[in-house]
């Protein structure tokens, strides 16, 4: 029989989220609902409330399936939620450890927020949200991204920690020159500091952290390789994205940042494209900061760049463009477990020469590497 796929979208909360459920079509009274009319449950973020979400949901899909004549071993549940950074890895975490087989899906806000709106909902409640999120993932069909999630949200917690000192340090010191009194200078001085010592900290304990677990070691270690790269932005890049080799080609990955373009056409008027910045603000920042070193060192990428500007892009579009070839090289180089060299740029094989568009294909550089 065909596999029945049932959609659990939730909104999440520091210490309340709320469970929504929309199961597939099978001409009973259990047929898609409106999305009001969803049968939805509110638990507490923790442990015990997982435990008591789940038994809800397995109450419900047992009498979907004895309603409906269908074997239970083909139904499969999927957990979709908004990326809303700590509480949606908390839930993360607490929904892996009570029922491992899961496969929690943390999608970008601004799609789901975009989708719900579209929904025409004359409300905007907990429950309301959560329905429009299990519709949207019975509608899109997200993908599931294997990876560890468990290091991976520790280095995006310690990441994300640091981003937010250098945030308040480059604050302070811009208000800093605008203080006339001496003792807030005194305060302002200390605390500047004081973040500078804990910047320093963290920055330490994130490479350690890196180095002590292989899969993260051995993906920096390529990452590194390439110029403009260093452990510290390697690290930071892991942690917003994840895994760089589960993603199968360089537009999933580009889409996946934000750095795909994004058209706006209207009749006889066309816009100018812009990046569709749906990711995370954070890799792209880093991305951004790597790639205007890159730019300077490496004679390849700089090459790339400047032919942007011959040909009449503007230094903006060029940068942009110089952070989604790299984004595209990294993940390359990774899924074919291979270290940057310049002769990818210039040897040539049989079949083709080897251009930036070669690197978008982990089966060509294992061709030209052989192990």
């Avoid at 609902?33 to 015990?48: H, T």
């Avoid at 330490?204 to 292989?214: A, L, P, S």
């Avoid at 080609?249 to 008027?269: W, Y």
Wanted: proline share 4%.
């Amino acid at each position: 029989m065909e596999k029945k796929d049932i959609w659990i979208g939730t909104d999440v909360g520091k210490k309340n989220c709320v469970a929504a459920v929309d199961f597939p079509t099978a001409g009973s009274s259990f047929s898609r609902r409106k999305v009001a009319d969803l049968p939805a449950f509110e638990f507490e973020n923790s442990l015990v409330g997982v435990k008591k979400m789940l038994r809800w949901i397995d109450r419900l899909t047992k009498e979907y399936c004895q309603e409906n004549n269908i074997p239970a071993n083909i139904v499969e549940h999927h957990f979709l939620m908004e990326s809303t950074g700590c509480y949606s890895r908390q839930l993360e975490g607490f929904i892996l450890e009570t029922r491992p087989t899961l496969k929690p899906i943390i999608e970008n806000a601004a799609l789901i927020h975009s989708y719900r709106k579209s929904l025409n909902l004359k409300n905007e409640t907990d429950f309301l949200d959560a329905k429009g999120i299990a519709y949207y993932g019975s509608d899109r069909q997200p993908e599931y991204r294997q990876k560890n999630p468990e290091i991976y949200r520790t280095l995006a917690e310690m990441c994300r920690l640091r981003e937010l000192y250098v945030t308040q340090l480059g604050a302070l010191q811009n208000f800093y020159e605008s203080l006339q009194m001496p003792m807030l200078k005194r305060m302002n001085t200390a605390t500047i500091k004081m973040l500078n010592s804990k910047i320093d900290d963290l920055t330490r304990e994130i490479q350690k952290f890196v180095r002590e677990h292989e899969e993260l070691r051995q993906q920096a270690e390529i990452m590194v390789s390439m110029p403009g790269i260093a452990i510290l932005s390697a690290s930071i890049t892991l942690a917003e994205i994840g895994p760089l080799r589960d993603f199968s080609n360089r537009n999933q990955i580009g889409a996946f940042c934000g750095l795909n373009p994004k058209q706006k056409i209207s009749g006889t008027s066309i816009h100018r494209s812009k990046l569709s910045k749906a990711g995370s603000s954070l890799a792209r920042k880093i991305l951004y900061l790597d790639s205007t070193q890159a730019v300077k060192i490496d004679p390849y990428l700089a090459e790339f760049y400047h032919r942007l500007i011959v040909n009449g892009k503007s230094p903006k579009t060029a940068k942009c463009a110089c952070m989604r070839k790299m984004l595209t090289i990294l993940r390359a180089m990774v899924a074919a477990n291979r270290r940057y060299t310049p002769e990818l740029f210039t040897k040539k094989t049989s079949e083709n020469s080897l251009t930036f568009e070669t690197l978008s294909k982990p089966e060509q550089l294992q061709r030209i590497w052989p192990q």
